[in-house]
């Protein structure tokens, strides 16, 4: 089916950066970058969509003389620690350029619905950043026709290819939680993952994967489960794999609410921590330091990254080429009271 087919006969005359991209296979934010001469796109490409503009002319759809002075954030869902830690690196930087901030919430879904789109094109916001969560192709590709940017934090899934992106170097967060819990003499580890959609937590598990293979460690499939980021959830998981007839010594959790979930199962089972289970959660949010024992976690620098986010927002609403599509900023093993060598 030829690409006019598929949507229609395109007309004779100029044409929207819609038709441009249908005519030239590629998308809507790839024309955006081209006609507004950003440098991010391959020499062909930029040809034979200056070509179509030279021959068929450009049609700038209508849209608001000037942005309004906001940052629109999309989460998942506004509860716990891990937003306002974002949202106060996200202020900072609108603070900084005089911007306010506009919250959406998707009541825990990952994808907005149809009416999202249509509040945000009618408040003209300078951009979007995504947290945790990820737009249909539909609607990213009508923000860049209004020449709005986009950038994901955080990303649920694999970043799209036009979308700048910014969150934590999660395989390494992995890799170090795996040594750490080696270095104390552990091979009955297990893993209380987070959804394997989600591409950090794949990354997170498969660094932690990593770390043992270099140790020659293997990881037991058995002992591996996959959770949703949920306290309740990592409790049950935890019940599951303590009542184990022979019980993982350490585990390994995707974020901290689940290791909080796995501090439930073993007070309720009798098992002390760290005496008798090691404990390693993910995020290093500020209860972290509260739980009975102080959690042993991987810090992501949450702030930071929405602090980054929001830069590279207003340095695309300005018109100017990201260094950078992908900033992956450092994760950290913070090392408290919940792990020790195991049991002789």
Do not use: C
């Not at 002319?57 to 716990?80: N, S, T």
């Not at 408040?123 to 986009?150: A, H």
């Not at 999660?170 to 580890?189: C, D, E, F, Y």
């Amino acid at each position: 089916m030829s690409p006019s087919s598929a949507s229609g006969p395109i007309s004779e005359g100029p044409l929207t950066i819609a038709q441009l991209a249908e005519l030239a296979g590629v998308s809507t934010a790839t024309v955006s970058k081209v006609v507004n001469g950003r440098s991010d796109v391959s020499a062909s490409t930029r040809e034979q969509i200056e070509g179509l503009i030279r021959d068929r002319g450009y049609r700038r759809q209508r849209r608001p003389a000037k942005a309004a002075a906001l940052i629109d954030v999309l989460f998942h869902e506004l509860r716990g620690l891990y937003a306002i830690e974002i949202l106060g690196g996200v202020q900072e930087v609108a603070h900084e350029h005089r911007l306010g901030v506009v919250l959406s919430e998707m009541g825990g879904r990952h994808v907005p619905g149809h009416d999202w789109v249509e509040e945000v094109l009618a408040r003209r916001p300078l951009g979007v950043i995504s947290v945790f969560s990820g737009l249909t192709t539909e609607q990213s590709d009508r923000l860049y026709s209004r020449d709005i940017p986009l950038v994901l934090l955080d990303p649920t899934g694999d970043p799209d290819r036009d979308a700048p992106s910014a969150g934590a170097s999660n395989w390494n967060g992995g890799l170090a939680a795996a040594r750490h819990l080696v270095s104390l003499g552990h091979k009955r580890i297990a893993v209380i993952s987070g959804p394997g959609r989600m591409e950090a937590a794949r990354a997170r598990l498969d660094g932690f994967r990593s770390g043992l293979d270099m140790a020659g460690v293997p990881i037991d499939p058995a002992l591996v489960r996959h959770g949703d980021f949920e306290i309740e959830t990592g409790r049950d998981l935890a019940m599951d794999l303590l009542r184990r007839d022979a019980p993982p010594t350490a585990i390994f959790t995707g974020n901290d609410g689940m290791a909080v979930g796995v501090y439930h199962a073993a007070a309720k089972l009798g098992v002390r921590i760290p005496h008798d289970l090691s404990v390693v959660g993910f995020d290093d949010l500020p209860k972290a330091k509260w739980t009975v024992p102080p959690l042993t976690t991987i810090r992501q620098p949450l702030k930071a990254m929405g602090n980054a986010a929001a830069q590279m927002l207003v340095a695309l609403a300005a018109g100017e080429t990201l260094p950078l599509q992908r900033v992956e900023l450092a994760t950290e093993l913070v090392v408290r009271e919940s792990t020790a060598p195991p049991r002789a």
